[in-house]
């Protein structure tokens, strides 16, 4: 579906698998920054939201791998890069077309080498010197050569989130030239070779990935999680669906109940609620699960990050610098592996970890990160734009950098070492994706449209029992 510029149509883990290196990072001991009068910020709340906008694309647009195409899991640390944000960052060179921050011609070939490079690219069983196994991809590659990265896994659902990009490319490009007709063809035969159906390994729910050391690592997807996306795609395969009956299995492990006064599916870290939500629009369409509770996925993501706010809100703990416009917990960066006194208890500070906060399952260390707010933009739109441009004004230029706003940043930790509030030094790929993409959900519906017109998606909604709104008014 072709969309010009400012004129699309608005539409009517704790299972973790995103396994990161926790790089420790450091901070200069100054003054403390708590905000005196008046902001320090330069930017209006318009220009700041366009900014933010413009920032974070930046980072998918100029941060690439320039051998493989493929986009970074951090920067400026350069250790990897991430199958998962290369996903993300196919969506983001279509947003950037349609906000003219690059032409489509731009956009169309780098595309279009991001497909080559990931349709030439070696699999197969062995341990080293590949990309990935029977369509699938391992979850973090070199730079340079765009092989496995040391002993990490097969991961399905970093190769989801990849395919959700690709699938978002196969439906936007939809003219009759050259480039993109072999855009459609190498997105189309990407998808279509990822084996689903052999990641089940023979049970109910899919293995959260694979390793030829050992095989089938134990983990499986259940309990409600970022994996909607993938059983979706994974149901409406043409090649290698999984079972019919994969998606009712699944919503069987949910955990409904009450935290801060929202009754809602619970799940601790927010990414948990937005990373479906930035591809499929779940507004006013149900499956079973949903019809029984009168509520859909998006007012359920709606009440995920009321309830994250509130709690933040309340600040058990009493960690410095929490405030109804800051908050946010989700999976990102902290400062230390360590354990501090703090007000009277011993507080365990991490560095990469799922943050989050429901009724079974609270990990918080005091540290905050823009992109629990901004990948919830949609859900609660002022409450989170409030918050990052509280962020914004409160840290200024310490936070708010080149490609946007840094991952994250813990003013309780600063405390405690005699300095500054704590900020990270990395942009993280993963995290970066919701801001924009959500953005420009939130603006537009521009990735939503877009994939309510592909046919692989609609019929994996159809297969799960979803009904109703967009989905009975777009036909086949």
């Known amino acids: 579906m072709t969309l010009s510029n400012k004129a699309k149509q608005s539409g009517s883990v704790i299972l973790l698998s995103f396994f990161l290196?926790?790089?420790?990072?450091?901070?200069?001991?100054?003054?403390?920054?708590?905000?005196?009068?008046?902001?320090?910020?330069?930017?209006?709340?318009?220009?700041?939201?366009?900014?933010?906008?413009?920032?974070?694309?930046?980072?998918?647009?100029?941060?690439?791998?320039?051998?493989?195409?493929?986009?970074?899991?951090?920067?400026?640390?350069?250790?990897?890069?991430?199958?998962?944000?290369?996903?993300?960052?196919?969506?983001?060179?279509?947003?950037?077309?349609?906000?003219?921050?690059?032409?489509?011609?731009?956009?169309?070939?780098?595309?279009?080498n991001t497909l080559t490079w990931l349709s030439q690219s070696a699999q197969g069983p062995q341990k080293r010197n590949t990309t990935g196994y029977k369509g699938f991809f391992y979850h973090f590659l070199t730079y340079g050569e765009g092989e496995r990265y040391e002993n990490v896994e097969l991961s399905t659902i970093d190769t989801g989130l990849l395919m959700a990009g690709i699938l978002t490319c196969l439906s936007y490009f939809d003219d009759d030239s050259v480039t993109e007709k072999k855009i459609r063809r190498l997105a189309d035969?990407?998808?279509?070779?990822?084996?689903?159906?052999?990641?089940?390994?023979?049970?109910?729910?899919?293995?959260?990935?694979?390793?030829?050391?050992?095989?089938f690592i134990e983990a499986q997807w259940k309990g409600y999680?970022?994996?909607?996306?993938?059983?979706?795609?994974?149901?409406?395969?043409?090649?290698?669906?999984?079972?019919?009956?994969?998606?009712?299995?699944?919503?069987?492990?949910?955990?409904?109940?009450?935290f801060y006064g929202?009754?809602?599916?619970?799940?601790?870290?927010?990414?948990?609620?937005?990373?479906?939500?930035?591809?499929?629009?779940?507004?006013?369409?149900?499956?079973?699960y949903m019809r029984e509770k009168g509520i859909d996925y998006f007012e359920n993501s709606r009440r995920a990050t009321l309830s994250n706010r509130a709690y933040c809100i309340d600040n058990p703990k009493q960690f410095k610098g929490y405030s109804e416009n800051i908050w946010g917990l989700t999976a990102y960066d902290g400062p230390d592996n360590t354990k501090l006194d703090w007000k009277d208890r011993k507080i365990t500070f991490h560095t990469y970890r799922a943050r989050g906060a429901s009724s079974r399952h609270i990990i918080d260390d005091g540290t905050i990160t823009p992109t629990a707010a901004g990948g919830s933009i949609p859900f609660a739109p002022e409450k989170c734009i409030d918050a990052l441009y509280a962020m914004y004004q409160i840290y200024g230029d310490r936070l708010f950098q080149e490609y946007g706003f840094l991952d994250s940043f813990n003013p309780t930790y600063g405390q405690l070492n005699g300095g500054r509030t704590w900020i990270n030094d990395d942009y993280i790929g993963i995290d970066q994706g919701p801001i924009l993409l959500q953005m420009e959900n939130h603006e537009s519906g521009l990735i939503w449209n877009i994939l309510k017109d592909n046919k692989y998606i609609r019929k994996g909604l159809k297969k799960a029992g979803f009904e109703g709104g967009w989905l009975e008014n777009n036909q086949d």
């Open 262 to 288: 929202y009754d809602h599916v619970n799940f601790s870290p927010l990414f948990g609620h937005q990373y479906s939500h930035m591809f499929i629009d779940f507004r006013e369409i149900q499956d079973e």
């Open 21 to 112: 290196f926790a790089i420790p990072k450091t901070f200069a001991n100054e003054e403390d920054d708590t905000p005196k009068a008046g902001p320090p910020s330069k930017l209006d709340p318009t220009e700041f939201k366009d900014v933010l906008k413009r920032r974070t694309f930046d980072f998918f647009w100029e941060t690439m791998d320039t051998n493989t195409y493929q986009i970074p899991d951090r920067y400026p640390t350069k250790t990897f890069t991430s199958i998962a944000s290369t996903g993300f960052g196919l969506a983001a060179y279509v947003t950037g077309i349609e906000n003219n921050y690059i032409s489509r011609k731009e956009g169309t070939k780098r595309i279009l």
């Open 189 to 215: 035969k990407l998808y279509r070779r990822v084996q689903w159906d052999w990641a089940m390994n023979g049970n109910e729910t899919m293995s959260m990935g694979w390793r030829p050391e050992k095989g």
């Open 225 to 258: 999680n970022e994996a909607m996306i993938l059983l979706i795609m994974a149901m409406g395969s043409p090649t290698h669906p999984i079972p019919g009956n994969s998606w009712d299995v699944w919503t069987q492990t949910y955990e409904w109940d009450s």
